[in-house]
């Protein structure tokens, strides 16, 4: 039986996951409480990881680590950066990149760029992200910038968009990916936007419905 980590930073974006699978046991509260379904013949380890690339990185460790998982889920909200990115739009990560991350003023690469890694890209594991596209109907990939800073001004996310070829921006993502791409896990990131381009100091009055549509999403994928 599969087991698969599903992590979400905020409160707000693992209970609607949780309300789509019915009753969870609960496997662990230290350091992260840890909530347990079996599904569709896969066994779902939830947590909430908290906000940031050091709580996000840790939290995908330990469901590594302590249950074995072997896929990695991650839900959430982000900023849009282009104007594509409308309010409540999903997406499915194709890339991340640290865009915070910098070793140009003492080595020979791109900013965002981890060595020995040979672009500063890290990718979504080909298959999960190709079946989830498929079964979502979504027929282009994005680009996730991720760093531990929210970002609502729009000059900001302008600049992140056209330095790094982003679409959308979150403050987990790279903790996530570069933690999977260290433990040779699979990762697959599905991101709905709650605040676009122009409007990133109404987070707290958009997140709350941009995170409804996850728990229908959970269960097209399981």
Same mark, same amino acid.
């Given at each position: 039986?599969?087991?698969?980590?599903? *992590?979400? &930073?905020? $409160?707000? %974006? #693992?209970?609607?996951?949780? +309300? @789509?699978? =019915?009753?969870?046991?609960?496997? !662990?509260?230290?350091?992260?409480?840890?909530?347990? *379904?079996? &599904?569709? $013949?896969? %066994? #779902?380890?939830?947590?909430? +990881? @908290?906000? =940031?690339?050091?709580?996000?990185? !840790?939290?995908?460790?330990?469901?590594?680590?302590?249950?074995?998982?072997? $896929?990695?889920?991650?839900?959430?909200?982000?900023? @849009?950066?282009?104007?594509?990115?409308?309010?409540?739009?999903?997406?499915?990560?194709?890339?991340?990149?640290?865009?915070?991350?910098?070793?140009?003023?003492?080595?020979?690469?791109?900013?965002?760029?981890?060595?020995?890694?040979?672009?500063?890209?890290?990718?979504?594991?080909?298959?999960?992200?190709?079946?989830?596209?498929?079964?979502?109907?979504?027929?282009?990939?994005?680009?996730?910038?991720?760093?531990?800073?929210?970002?609502?001004?729009?000059?900001?996310?302008?600049?992140?968009?056209?330095?790094?070829?982003?679409?959308?921006?979150d403050m987990e993502g790279a903790g996530i990916a570069l933690i999977c791409e260290k433990n040779n896990v699979p990762f697959l990131m599905v991101k709905a936007v709650s605040d676009t381009k122009n409007d990133g100091a109404?987070?707290?009055?958009?997140?709350?419905?941009?995170?409804?549509?996850?728990?229908?999403?959970?269960?097209?994928?399981?």
């Amino acid at each position: 039986m599969k087991k698969i980590g599903v *992590i979400a &930073a905020m $409160e707000k %974006e #693992l209970l609607p996951l949780l +309300s @789509g699978v =019915g009753k969870t046991e609960r496997v !662990a509260e230290f350091p992260y409480a840890v909530s347990r *379904i079996t &599904a569709e $013949e896969r %066994e #779902l380890y939830f947590t909430q +990881s @908290g906000i =940031g690339e050091i709580s996000a990185g !840790a939290a995908t460790q330990y469901l590594i680590s302590a249950f074995g998982c072997e $896929e990695i889920w991650n839900f959430g909200v982000v900023g @849009g950066l282009t104007d594509k990115m409308d309010y409540n739009h999903l997406s499915i990560v194709q890339r991340v990149v640290h865009y915070a991350f910098d070793l140009t003023a003492i080595d020979p690469v791109e900013k965002g760029q981890y060595l020995p890694q040979k672009s500063r890209y890290i990718l979504a594991d080909a298959n999960l992200y190709q079946k989830a596209s498929a079964l979502l109907g979504l027929t282009q990939g994005v680009t996730l910038a991720s760093a531990d800073k929210f970002v609502a001004d729009a000059s900001e996310k302008e600049y992140i968009a056209k330095e790094f070829d982003a679409d959308i921006c979150d403050m987990e993502g790279a903790g996530i990916a570069l933690i999977c791409e260290k433990n040779n896990v699979p990762f697959l990131m599905v991101k709905a936007v709650s605040d676009t381009k122009n409007d990133g100091a109404k987070f707290n009055e958009l997140v709350q419905g941009a995170c409804q549509g996850f728990a229908t999403v959970l269960q097209k994928l399981l």
